[in-house]
């Protein structure tokens, strides 16, 4: 599935924006939590991910 048809299929793209900033915490997280092995996560993604999370893409991030 393209990735703009996802998003019409989910009706928010916000909602797929949220979740997707969750996941990229997960990888960056887990491995600290012995859940997964590290990833090596561009810098410009770690900029664009800051951003959204000052942005108010919380929605699906873990708890500290």
Do not use: C, W
Request: no cysteine.
């Amino acid at each position: 599935m393209e990735f703009a048809d996802y998003i019409q299929s989910i009706g928010d793209s916000k909602l797929v924006a949220s979740m997707m900033v969750g996941d990229l915490q997960r990888v960056i997280e887990y491995p600290k939590r012995g859940f997964a092995i590290p990833q090596q996560v561009p810098k410009n993604i770690l900029t664009a991910y800051q951003r959204l999370l000052d942005d108010g893409y919380t929605e699906y991030v873990l708890a500290h």
